[in-house]
């Protein structure tokens, strides 16, 4: 590194704050020393069961199974979860956060029970509601049970796997603290690295760059109108590569959940340090986006007519049981399928995590 380089990933973060998607300590601790202070930790069901499959986290698991001689599988999976936050938590500035069963993604109650329950586990080992948050598929149910979670018992929530205006606002009016907009849909996460779909110039020419800068300019709106004081932040997530991550402030996200092979390719490649005065998405949504960015307001490759999605700021998502959000999702064919999608391949990252813990249990209990 020379005076006029830094690493990418030095230059991302004077536009947007930096999330780590991924339970990886060392990582974290590499962004650091790299004067990089991550935000927020964020994961899934994906990314916990990836963790569960490490030997070192793998002696965590056991530990706590010993601990926790009754427990069912949910519940050490939910204590497991927790611990391998906090192991990484004193190298974030902001919060952790994990995702309520995907099982529960239309069922408003068992989603409220298990954020209650990660919230017992987050407070078993001191760690305070202003240093966790719990990620929740925007569907009806979903933002219902964020609804609840915020209002009534304090706990923060983000609003995910979230395509389309309607889904946004609906997140606002439930209070979550956060959104998080999937650049990519998760099926494009398991397509062959060779036969994947990157476009060269993303903010120009990737299907969902129209609809992320909808959601930043609905917020802005929601703003101006007096209907909001504080929308949620834009947490862009769901990246297959690192141009993606470079797109997203002209797109106006103000932070980036960035996975694991990313963040190694960021902080490894030099590049020429950013002029002073690049544009920063603001999260009160005072400022426009980037005058290159508004001919996106115009489009909305996603939808059969190409053209841009409409939203009504006086639409109440959140009324009859959500069900104008549902109604909405359903008539949005692309956002319909990719919730589906995202749903589907969750519990089965769940099941993998279970099938972990399970083995464990029954390893731990031969051994007693």
Known sequence: MTATTVPVIANVAQ???IDVD??????TQQLKSLGVQPNDMTSNQFIVADALALEPNQLILEQVIRESPDADWLTILDRVSVRLCSLNLPNIAGRA???????????????VKHALAYCREFEAVGISKDRFCIKILTTGPGMLAAQILEKQHGISTLGTGLFSVPQALAAAQAGCLYISPYFNEILAHFTPVPERLVYEVPEKQH???A???HIYQAYRELVLAGKCAQPPVIKSASFIAMNEVLAMPALGSQQATILAPTLVEMCSLQTAAAPAGAYKPSKTYSLELPATTLPLLKVDPLREDGKAQTFDLA??????????????IQQDPETARRIKDAVEVFQKAELQARALIETAMAK????A
């Open 15 to 17: 536009q947007i704050e």
């Open 22 to 27: 991924t339970l990886d300590v060392a990582l």
């Open 97 to 111: 956060l994990l995702q309520a069963s995907p099982a529960n993604a239309y069922n408003a109650e068992g989603i």
């Open 207 to 209: 299907p969902m760059s």
């Open 211 to 213: 609809r992320m800068a």
């Open 315 to 328: 639409v109440d998502y959140l009324a009859n049981n959500a069900a104008e959000l549902e109604s909405a």
């Open 364 to 367: 731990v209990k031969a051994s």
